[in-house]
Nanobody, 124 residues
Framework: VQLQASGGGLVQAGGSLRLSCVAS????????MAWFRQAPGQERLFVAA????????TSSHSVKGRFTIRRDNDKNTLYLQMNDLKPEDTAVYYC??????????????????WGQGTQVTVSS
């Protein structure tokens, strides 16, 4: 499956952005999906994940209550609604497909397919 992320940009602290990730090449609804982010000089960190049927979601403590992950299997699209953005949210955001057959995974190695990343910059 190929993934194309978009929607990043420059926003002031307290603002909002919505990221999108469009999938092609395979059945989107077969995969758990997730967002990760990577700031310069840091490792790639988990942000949020959603299972294939949207019956389960999870998110990192740092974004809980501010970011919402959802998907539209009819449109082959994953979303990340980001509200109340903070400067520490600045990073390249990556969407990923795959996951574990046993649980909703929050670890990057469990995901097989990755988008190219979209830059989110939050100014103070």
């Amino acid at each position: 499956v190929q993934l194309q992320a978009s929607g990043g940009g420059l926003v002031q602290a307290g603002g909002s952005l919505r990221l999108s990730c469009v999938a092609s090449g395979d059945t989107f609804g077969n995969y758990d999906m997730a967002w990760f982010r990577q700031a310069p000089g840091q490792e790639r960190l988990f942000v949020a994940a959603i299972n294939s049927r949207s019956t389960e979601t999870t998110s990192s403590h740092s974004v809980k209550g501010r970011f919402t992950i959802r998907r539209d299997n009819d449109k082959n699209t994953l979303y990340l609604q980001m509200n109340d953005l903070k400067p520490e949210d600045t990073a390249v955001y990556y969407c990923a497909a795959g996951g574990s057959p046993y649980y909703l995974s929050i670890v990057a190695p469990d995901y097989d397919y990755w988008g190219q990343g979209t830059q989110v910059t939050v100014s103070s």
